[in-house]
């Protein structure tokens, strides 16, 4: 983890949950909507071409073959098995997440064919043939225990601690507003045995405010509007600070050897939260570190690990003391 530098400027940033609109959910959406989000989970941008051209094309690439019946019926379909909506369970999407986190212990934000081109050329040396659900299919039975994706339906509560990474830095005299912050998460969550979000995974946060430190002991300001996390099998999580996520990061630079003037003190728990950092260049470095936490309790679908896999993820978590609330 990278230490923030410390000086005499105040740098603040406010962290907001909120809901992004491109996670929102796809019920009251038309099913060109649907189509075109279908279009980007699997291939990253909308497929040229009729309406019709482009359905025939993905039913070709998902089922092997071309369905009859109306439109909206088999846009549906696709998106049930396709898992670009929220909440898409034992999608393909999900299947290749689940044999990705098994080979790398990470899941990288991408199109699911390209994802599926790079795993089957790491698995079998070339990309594979045939319908996307064969493909899926195989890699499940090649690559994870016993051949087979075993899923429950679990709550991620509200309070369970996130640890998070800056993947661009935040600096009061040059990030402007508008700025997209992208966000990884950077180690898994587990809720017992259940694999619920996969380290890799990604949101971002909008810079909504900036304000440059100046003379007299101006302090600078960042005010970041922070979205929901995707949970594995698609459902939104919403991200807060809340008093053991305080207590974590003070714990956590304390852990490090923070000095006292580069100390991070979380302001107001709940959907605000403000970190000071004291430094010279009132500057957050990117690959900086640091806790929030679930907003709501959420239900999601988790991928079941074996028992040794899951004691080792957790043998893996650092140990983080709390200190007492002063």
């Known amino acids: 983890m990278k230490k923030i530098v410390a000086a005499a400027t105040t740098i603040t940033i406010i962290?907001?949950?909120?809901?992004?609109?491109?996670?929102?959910?796809?019920?009251?959406?038309?099913?060109?909507?649907?189509?075109?989000?279908?279009?980007?989970?699997?291939?990253?941008?909308?497929?040229?071409?009729?309406?019709v051209d482009r359905l025939e094309q993905i039913e070709k690439d998902i089922f092997g073959e071309v369905y009859t019946g109306p439109v909206?019926?088999?846009?549906?379909?696709?998106?049930?098995?396709?898992?670009?909506?929220?909440?898409?369970?034992?999608?393909?999407?999900?299947?290749?997440?689940?044999?990705?986190?098994?080979?790398?212990?990470?899941?990288?934000?991408?199109?699911?064919?390209?994802?599926?081109?790079?795993i089957e050329t790491i698995v079998l040396g070339e990309p594979g043939m045939g319908s996307l659900m064969t493909r899926v299919d195989y890699l499940l039975a090649v690559c994870l225990p016993d051949g087979t994706l075993k899923t429950e339906d679990i709550i991620i509560p509200q309070g369970q601690p996130v640890l998070i990474k800056l993947l661009k830095k935040l600096d009061s005299s040059s990030t402007q507003k508008g700025y997209k912050a992208e966000i990884e998460i950077a180690k898994d969550i587990l809720i017992d045995n259940q694999l619920v979000v996969a380290k890799g995974s990604r949101t971002h946060g909008i810079v909504t405010e900036v304000t440059p430190a100046g003379r007299l002991g101006r302090d600078g300001k960042i005010t970041l509007e922070l979205q929901g996390i995707k949970a594995l099998d698609g459902t939104v999580v919403p991200l807060v600070f809340d008093e053991k996520t305080r207590r974590l990061n003070e714990s956590l630079q304390w852990a490090i050897g923070a000095g006292l003037a580069g100390f991070i003190v979380f302001g107001p728990v709940g959907a605000l939260g403000a970190v000071f950092v004291h430094g010279k260049d009132a500057i957050i470095p990117e690959g900086t570190e640091l806790y929030v936490a679930t907003g709501a309790d959420v239900r999601v679908h988790g991928m079941t690990l074996p028992a040794d896999v899951a004691v080792e993820l957790i043998k893996d978590m650092p140990v983080v003391e709390i200190k007492p609330v002063k």
């Open 15 to 51: 962290l907001v949950a909120v809901i992004s609109p491109i996670f929102a959910d796809s019920r009251g959406q038309t099913f060109l909507e649907d189509l075109e989000n279908i279009e980007i989970s699997l291939y990253g941008e909308r497929l040229p071409g009729a309406i």
């Open 72 to 118: 909206i019926n088999r846009v549906s379909r696709i998106s049930a098995v396709a898992g670009s909506a929220s909440g898409g369970k034992v999608s393909v999407a999900y299947k290749l997440a689940s044999v990705e986190w098994f080979l790398r212990g990470r899941v990288i934000p991408e199109p699911v064919m390209t994802k599926l081109n790079k």
